[in-house]
């Protein structure tokens, strides 16, 4: 019978190094949970090429599927978990599902899900290999359910855990949707002025043949670089090589590829998020949000028997955010060398003291999966509370600056004609 070499983590988070006899490398991953363990690493000894991770198992296919809206993806977990506790086999449970869905990416994943599955693989085995409609966080939790003999208990957790994530998600969307629409309807009619209207007064003000206000002037150059008109030194218009209303339209594209460019990188993706938790307001509400997501991933991970290494790894590329994903990674490295959870984490500096503490206390009454779980629900709740208070505070910001671009414009343009009307008057009594 061959031998396989695996690497593995115990119930206490340290790793394991044997060797175990099995037919082939998913009976060898069988038996390695049976044993206790969490299977990170196994291969056939002397045969390098037939290395296997538990994550990925054997072969992936060539099929390219797309991603799954995590909508989608949480009303199959949900369908899935209500089969299983039913006790409907995994198999029909698939094959049942994969009808229900629609023609696109999930049901075909379901389809090859099916077929692994039939053909001998675990569903964590079966799921990891389509990474785009499954991700790492999803794949573990499956593997510790099926680890455990409560797969039908951990799809619940799971699909509780992306309903809350998705519920916080649309309402900071919902409540940015108002003031993203006044201020970009409000930008199209200042546009609008600068580009149809201010144009036409300066053909009067030229007839008046007259020195212009100061604020009239820059009015007008406004509008001419809008325009994309420029004026040379003999007092002669000349067209603009990029006028600025493309300017304008271009200008939001480019930021988006910088941004987009620069996130590629590690470096780029830390001095991007410290900038974003720098940022007044919405930077407490990312860091919140930050934390609460973390949290979460992480108090749902070691609640479905995911050892605490592990998890953090998950967590850590699960986070969405450099920041936290570094100190995670330090939080790891102090774990392993025996430090307990709430020091490392404290030492990073990225969370309140009240993270801290509650994890501390977590951690001694061995209840560490249900504090952080309170943890995230206390954030949730504060990012709603910021949230809400964002948007009150935005509505009188938004109509000072509106009216202070109004008047701006108003006075502007009729500055010149109320001293003309003066000079006029003033001329007729002196005459």
Not at 4 to 31: L, P, R
Not at 90 to 97: A, D, E, G, Q
Not at 144 to 159: K, M, N, P, S, Y
Request: aromatic residues 6%; hydrophobic residues 45%.
């Amino acid at each position: 019978m061959p031998k396989f070499q695996y690497e593995a983590m115990n119930a206490a988070g340290q790793e394991v190094k044997d060797e175990i006899d099995a037919q082939t490398s998913e009976d060898a991953i069988a038996k390695i949970r049976a044993l206790g363990y969490f299977p990170t690493k196994v291969k056939q000894k002397g045969g390098a090429k037939k290395a296997a991770t538990a994550a990925a198992g054997p072969k992936k296919r060539t099929a390219k599927l797309g991603k799954v809206s995590v909508k989608q993806l949480t009303q199959f977990t949900r369908q899935l978990s209500t089969l299983m506790d039913a006790g409907l086999p995994i198999l029909r449970s698939i094959r049942i599902l994969e009808q229900q869905q629609k023609p696109g990416t999930l049901r075909v994943a379901l389809r090859y899900v099916g077929e692994d599955v039939e053909g001998g693989a675990t569903l964590s085995e079966a799921m990891a290999r389509h990474p785009k409609v499954f991700d790492r966080l999803f794949t573990n939790m499956i593997a510790a359910g099926e680890a455990g003999g409560v797969l039908d208990v951990i799809l619940q957790r799971l699909a509780d855990f992306m309903e809350k994530a998705q519920k916080l998600k649309r309402k900071v969307i919902g409540a940015m949707i108002y003031p993203v629409c006044v201020i970009g309807f409000a930008f199209l009619i200042v546009a609008g002025i600068m580009y149809f209207v201010v144009p036409k007064f300066k053909t009067i003000f030229a007839d008046f043949d007259t020195t212009l206000p100061g604020i009239t002037q820059l009015l007008l150059d406004l509008s001419d670089w809008m325009v994309g008109k420029t004026t040379d030194e003999s007092g002669a218009e000349k067209d603009m090589l990029i006028p600025g209303w493309l300017i304008i339209i271009l200008s939001p594209l480019a930021f988006i590829g910088t941004y987009k460019v620069v996130r590629k990188f590690e470096g780029g993706r830390l001095f991007l998020d410290i900038v974003k938790l720098k940022v007044p307001i919405l930077g407490t509400i990312l860091s919140k949000s930050g934390i609460a997501r973390f949290t979460r991933t992480l108090g749902t991970l070691v609640a479905a028997g995911v050892p605490i290494l592990e998890a953090l790894n998950i967590t850590k590329d699960t986070s969405g955010n450099e920041v936290y994903s570094r100190a995670l990674a330090k939080v790891h490295d102090s774990i392993r060398e025996g430090e307990s959870f709430a020091v490392p984490l404290k030492a990073t500096k990225v969370v309140d003291n009240l993270v801290v503490n509650m994890i501390d206390v977590g951690e001694e009454t061995g209840d560490l999966d249900k504090m952080l779980i309170k943890v995230a629900d206390n954030y949730d709740d504060e990012v709603e509370t910021l949230v809400a208070g964002l948007v009150s505070l935005l509505e009188p910001v938004m109509v000072i600056v509106l009216g202070g671009i109004v008047g701006f414009i108003v006075i502007a343009l009729f500055l010149p004609m109320v001293s003309l009307v003066n000079s006029l008057t003033g001329g007729g009594a002196g005459g």
